[in-house]
């Protein structure tokens, strides 16, 4: 994490593009909230963006 965003926050809607997002967001120090249809595909992105070292 490179700390660029630490302390920021993110609301992300959506998968694919929205999940990448929530990623990238979350690997610069941003904490993201989530959303989507399915939580299955919550829950995916949820991991993704701890395995990144970021909170979700």
């Keep these: ?3 660029e965003l ?3 926050h993110a609301f992300i809607t959506g ?3 929205g999940r990448a997002s929530a990623i990238a967001l979350a690997a610069q120090g941003c904490f993201v909230a989530v959303t989507g ?3 299955r ?3 995916e992105t949820v991991e993704l963006v701890r395995e990144a ?3 979700a």
């Design 1 to 3: 994490m490179s700390g």
């Design 6 to 8: 630490v302390g920021t």
């Design 15 to 17: 998968g694919g593009i």
């Design 37 to 39: 249809r399915t939580q």
């Design 41 to 43: 595909a919550l829950d």
């Design 53 to 55: 070292g970021g909170t």
